[in-house]
């Protein structure tokens, strides 16, 4: 998320109340979680286990729970709680704004499209042209929507991120400030639930095609002319390559890339990264034909006891 004009480290650090490292007039362009962050980002780290990682990384400012050693040409936000002080951000940059009309005056909507009764169209929602949006669709703030795409009803596009804390108290909530973007040419079938960036975009690609109860997670990138089927529920942050094949009911964990024109078979559990051009099957998902001579062998296996117990 960038925002809307470069603000300086001291201006930051006064937003949040906290100390910071660093020259105050250095330069903030925006801030966004670590898979995303660009040169001039703030990304935020609250565990020792992941401080290099976060030093590391594209952001050039990190909000951190203790001071260390500065990087060359980095600056340092120190606060007792960086969550919580990177959703004082989010909502200081991209606040809640209350609707009371179901299509938003900041909202715009391309020649030829139609959008059905019982539509919330969000506050700055973009729909391209020759659209149609059916009965009860939810479109949240800030989406954008490209040429070209269906969405049948009782789908939200938008919700926030599945993303908390566990506190003592309780659960505490990332504030999602993110959007979803779908590209031309795209389908999406009834009632399903694509959820915003928590700072980035969750993205569907040109072209794919999705069925009915379909669940996209916070950030998730599906690529170019991508099939995904029913009750297929995928996590945040994964990356769906082009012309993927998704069948029903896929369960996919977060943060794993499935590989181009991969085919994923039916009540697959996905839980690490798939190469491309392959066709898998089971939980956990492996190779297809291997997943088959598994089930083959185990077939096999009261005979051998069998066998073994005549042996004796």
């Known amino acids: 998320m ?38 001039g980002d703030i990304v935020f780290v609250d565990h020792p286990k992941y401080y290099d990682k976060a030093l590391e990384s594209a952001a050039t400012i990190i909000l951190i729970n203790k001071e260390v050693p500065c990087p060359e040409g980095k600056a340092l936000l120190i606060s007792d709680d960086p969550f919580r002080d990177f959703n004082i951000l989010t909502n200081y940059f991209k606040p809640f704004e209350k609707s009371d009309v ?49 969405i049948h009803a009782g789908t939200v596009l938008g919700a926030d991120a599945f993303y908390y804390k566990k ?22 079938g009834a009632a399903c639930t694509i959820d915003k960036g928590v700072t980035g975009d969750t993205t569907i690609g040109e072209g794919t095609k999705i069925d009915n109860q379909v669940h996209i997670g916070h950030d998730t990138i599906v690529g170019r002319k991508v099939l995904i089927a029913s009750q297929t529920g995928v996590a945040g942050c994964v990356i769906i ?40 099957f089971g939980t956990p998902a492996g190779d297809f034909r291997e997943k088959y001579k598994e089930i083959a062998n185990l077939r096999l296996v009261p005979e051998l006891i069998e066998k073994l117990k005549n042996k004796k």
């Not at 990332?174 to 779908?182: A, N, P, T, W």
């Open 2 to 39: 960038k925002f809307p004009q470069i603000h300086t480290l001291q201006q930051i650090a006064t937003i949040i109340n906290c100390s910071f490292v660093g020259d105050s007039s250095f330069p903030v362009y925006g801030m966004n979680e670590i898979h995303v962050v660009t040169e």
């Open 167 to 188: 506190r003592e108290e309780g659960f505490d909530k990332l504030i999602s400030g993110g959007r979803v973007v779908v590209k031309n040419n795209v389908d999406i």
């Open 102 to 150: 179901t299509i938003a005056s900041t909202a715009t909507i391309g020649v030829g499209s139609v959008i059905q009764p019982g539509c919330m169209i969000g506050n700055h929602v973009q729909i391209g042209r020759n659209c149609t949006i059916h009965a009860n669709v939810s479109i949240y703030d800030h989406t954008i929507i490209g040429d070209n795409v269906t």
């Open 241 to 280: 390559e082009d012309e993927v094949t998704i069948w029903g009911q896929v369960g996919i964990t977060s943060g794993v890339t499935i590989g181009a024109k991969a085919v994923i078979s039916a009540q697959s559990g996905v839980s690490k990264s798939l190469e491309g051009k392959k066709s898998y």
